[in-house]
């Protein structure tokens, strides 16, 4: 009895030695491998599953970002732009603070091409690095126009294509204060 005790605790203590290896970074015997190992396709790795090879998937269609609301009016169209004006409704109240925030992204996004007084003599279009020469928010041509419409202007970019659409740079309501302070502009 006590014999057999022995021998087993001998064997015991091989076995636990022998699962040493001088390889510390090999886990060793997988018993799982799939569940070990992730089946998943990495998102940039080539799929066989669809037939256009990709892993990542473009959302389906019609489906719309959290947070986002999807823009009607099209770009580069007279009559888009004029639609928007009509429709378009600027949400925000007008306020001294408004009027701060809405300095402040002006001074950002706008003042570069369209300058510190709206009049069109921005930094970029002096030195000429900018070769468009960006129009006057102050005078009556933009002024005469409903919020809506020059929303689109700053959501599209202007109907000729001069001016680029600022969507991604702006948040819609920072477009509708800038719009309050471009009206500030020309009082
Ligand atoms: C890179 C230079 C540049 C920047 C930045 C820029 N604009 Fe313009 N903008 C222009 C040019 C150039 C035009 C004239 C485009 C044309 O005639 O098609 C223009 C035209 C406009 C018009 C008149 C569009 C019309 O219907 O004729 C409005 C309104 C306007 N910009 C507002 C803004 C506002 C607001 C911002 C800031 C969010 C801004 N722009 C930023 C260059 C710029």
Redesign the pocket.
Known sequence: MKNNLKILSFLMVLVVAAACNRYKNDPGHTFFPDMSYSRAYETYTTNPVFTDGFTMRLPAEGAIARGTMPYPYKAKSFDE?VKAGLELVNPIVVSEQVLAEGKA??EI??????GELGK?D?H??TSKL?P????S?VEP??QN?PDG??Y???TM????????S?SS??LPQN?WK??HY?RSLAR
């Open positions: 732009q992204q002006y996004f706008c003042i570069s091409c369209h069109g921005g970029l279009y900018f468009a020469k960006p129009t928010l041509y933009v126009k419409e020059i689109h202007v700053i970019g202007s109907i000729s294509g001069l001016m680029g600022h740079q702006v477009r800038i719009i471009v």
